[in-house]
């Protein structure tokens, strides 16, 4: 067929890669710094054994589960990556139509090339209940902030993603050494940026001009819960002392997470990240991670250590920069046809079979 060189997510990233300019390719695919935990994220998944049942009839496996209390296919969604029209023309519509075809979420970045009403309307049109999640930083301008908000709000969002490990931009090399600037013509709605403005900055100046590093959780939760019924996420969390804060302060869920390593590089992989949440949680609030899921065994071992659900930044990335709409459907085919062989494999017929006794030997000297 016509990907028939594209069996995993690594070939997805090699062959998108290889068609974008070096400036686009950088922004994508680079960390902070030293890019030490760009790189941790996904090599710490391989310390991790499985610990497979056999002789189990896999014949009914199902890897479907819930997502904002809504059906999803199976349990990955795509994160809120921005400019993804620099990947591809149709850059978030495309992603919006793949999820939904698939069956999963998605969440808009702030960033986004096109609005939340295109976007919401791309993947409406392929599926009637497809779930969105609104991506939000805290703002300079609240007045911009709650707009954001109350637009996500009534255009259907299920819950808002509020990024909380950017008080500031980490420090990302790649574009200072490329100069790198947004291609001409692209646009930024939520933040209503007009092109000229966008063209003469470059992305850590357009980020620090409107982010506010005075954000923290006494002002900005409650304020949050007093403009939106929206569910509140935490996207960022990394420890057991901020798991237990937003569980005190109401939210519905925390996204471990790390950026993708662009933001405070020599922070744990979010896989080692994840089980001190876990267990701060102890069930009473939602857990969600992202950062270097890049198979389906990657997947099951989120979800073994104690994740409900995972998202994937950069491979949605890869999908569109490769092939468009069909480049995220191979994405996500190769995600969900993975993480369902791994489920057979391991004698799992649910999620809810994925627990940690399907995880055997640690190795103690890591990746
Ligand atoms: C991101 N990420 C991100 N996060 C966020 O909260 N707001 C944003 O606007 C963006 N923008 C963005 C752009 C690009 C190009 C990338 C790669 C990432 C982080 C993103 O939501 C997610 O946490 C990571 O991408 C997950 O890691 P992987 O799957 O890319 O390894």
């Given amino acids: 067929g016509p990907h028939a060189k594209i069996l995993c997510i690594d070939d997805l990233r090699i062959a998108a890669t290889e068609k974008l300019p070096a400036g686009a390719r950088d922004f994508y695919n680079s960390g902070s710094t030293d890019q030490l935990t760009l790189h941790e994220n996904t090599s710490a998944y391989s310390k991790y054994r499985l610990r497979p049942r056999v002789l189990v009839d896999v014949s ?25 029209a620099m990947a591809h023309p149709s850059g978030e519509l495309a992603t919006a139509r793949a999820c939904a075809r698939r069956g999963v979420s998605m969440c808009i970045s702030s960033f ?6 295109e976007i919401r309307a791309a993947g409406l049109g392929v599926r009637g209940d497809m779930r969105h999640a609104m991506q939000l930083y805290t703002m300079k301008d609240r007045g911009l902030e709650e707009k954001i908000l109350r ?19 980490g420090v990302r090399y790649n574009e200072w050494r490329n100069d790198f600037r947004t291609p001409k013509g692209l646009n930024f709605p939520a933040l209503e940026w007009d092109a000229e403005d966008i063209q003469g900055r470059t992305h850590d100046d357009g980020f620090m001009s409107f982010n506010d590093d005075g954000h923290n959780w006494a002002r900005d939760i409650p304020w949050l819960r007093s403009v939106t019924k929206m569910e509140i996420w935490i996207k960022g969390v990394l420890t057991a002392e901020d798991t237990l804060k937003a569980i ?26 994840l089980p001190e949440c876990v267990e701060a949680a102890a069930g009473r609030i939602r857990i969600h991670v992202d950062g270097g899921i890049r198979s389906g065994t990657d997947m099951f071992k989120a979800l073994a250590l104690g994740a409900e659900h995972v998202w994937v930044g950069r491979p949605a990335i890869w999908g569109l920069a490769y092939d468009g709409e069909q ?14 062989r791994c489920m057979q494999l391991t004698g799992c017929n649910s999620v809810k079979d994925i627990t940690k006794a399907c995880l055997g030997v640690v190795r103690s000297d890591g990746p």
Avoid: W
């Fill in 327 to 340: 480049g995220v459907d191979l994405m996500l085919d190769t995600f969900y046809n993975e993480f369902k």
């Fill in 60 to 84: 009914r496996c199902d890897p479907s589960t819930t997502c904002f209390a809504s059906p999803v296919a199976f349990p990955l969604g795509v994160s809120p990556a921005g400019l993804q």
């Fill in 248 to 273: 005190e302060m109401g939210c519905d869920g925390v996204l471990v997470s790390n950026h993708g390593g662009r933001q405070l590089d020599g922070v744990a992989a979010t896989i080692d990240a």
């Fill in 151 to 169: 637009k996500a709000e009534s255009e259907g969002c299920s819950a808002v993603f509020l990024t909380a490990d950017s008080p500031v931009l």
């Fill in 112 to 117: 986004a090339n096109y609005s939340v009403s």
